[in-house]
């Protein structure tokens, strides 16, 4: 039996929701430009449009959308001088670059029978130094409670300080989480789970993540990533895990993981669990 939260927090019973970021190293091909990778997207949208399920708040990440520009115009760090007109030109494209694959995901999620629409964070959002300090839950609270699955991503953000900065959709998550009251979030990646240090030259997934694993692991390299890779989500998720919601890293490569997690079925990867309050 699933037991419904009283969520949302506006005063009335209704069914926790799951929230659900799918990586842009699941969504993208990372290493190339702007690439969607339409076969995976595809079959990851209609897993979460199964019907039955429960309600869904969808992120997805910037995959090579947006952290290649991010890097280049270096909008997640200090800029060298204030007003620098090279960051405000770099904003603006990678703000546009995101969208053209925040509507790819609204297209999937549509054509797979759902009934998504469009939140994005910047209008209401800001951040301090490339940190959160301003957030509005309501816009998702409003669509929820309308029969609707918000969808949101990380993006570029105002920056008290800075002008501009990057907002990962991993810190969504985890203001969402404990302002919607989630079930679980569940973030989707291009790996089973967190990886841990080697062990006869393989690295095992971490069934359960501690502060003491994730503080071992070490910062990703790779593909461009501004907002902290595996080691960045695995904070997050024990963040979310620290106020009171179970948080796990699946694959999306593998069929039908996602929708058995939705459905609140146990799905090999790494989990944080919820401490109790
Ligand atoms: O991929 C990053 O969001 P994330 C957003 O969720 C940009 O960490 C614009 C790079």
């Known amino acids: 039996m699933r037991l419904w939260g009283r969520a949302y927090g506006l005063g009335m019973a209704s069914p926790a929701p799951v929230i659900v970021k799918l990586g842009g190293s ?21 897993e979460l449009c199964e019907p039955g399920g429960p309600p869904l708040v969808v992120l997805h990440g910037a995959g090579s959308f947006g952290h290649p520009g991010a890097v280049r115009w270096r909008l997640a760090s200090a800029p060298p001088s204030e007003g620098d007109p090279h960051r405000a030109r770099g904003a603006a494209i990678v703000s546009a670059e995101v969208r053209r694959l925040h509507v790819a995901v609204l297209r999937e999620l549509v054509d797979a029978g759902g009934r998504p629409v469009s939140v994005p964070v910047a209008g209401s959002a800001r951040n301090h130094e490339g940190r959160l300090s301003q957030f509005d839950p309501d816009p998702f609270r409003r669509w929820l409670s309308a029969g609707f699955t918000p969808v949101s991503f990380g993006d570029v953000v105002l920056d008290d300080r800075w002008g501009t900065s990057i907002l990962s959709a991993d810190s969504i998550a985890l203001e969402l989480a404990s302002a919607l009251r989630a079930e679980r979030v569940l973030f989707v990646s291009d790996v089973p789970g967190v990886l841990g240090p080697a062990i006869r030259g393989r690295r095992p997934v971490i069934p359960e993540l501690t502060s003491e694993l994730v503080r071992s692991l070490q910062p990703k390299v790779g593909a461009p990533d501004v907002t902290g890779g595996i080691r960045g989500k695995a904070e997050a998720m024990l963040a979310i895990a620290e106020k009171g919601t179970l948080a796990g890293l699946i694959s999306g490569l593998s069929d039908g993981a996602l929708s058995r997690a939705v459905r609140g079925e146990a799905v090999y990867g790494s989990w944080a669990k919820a401490a109790a309050h």
């Open 26 to 46: 699941v969504i993208t091909r990372k290493r190339e430009a702007a690439r969607i990778r339409p076969k995976v997207l595809r079959r990851l949208a209609e």
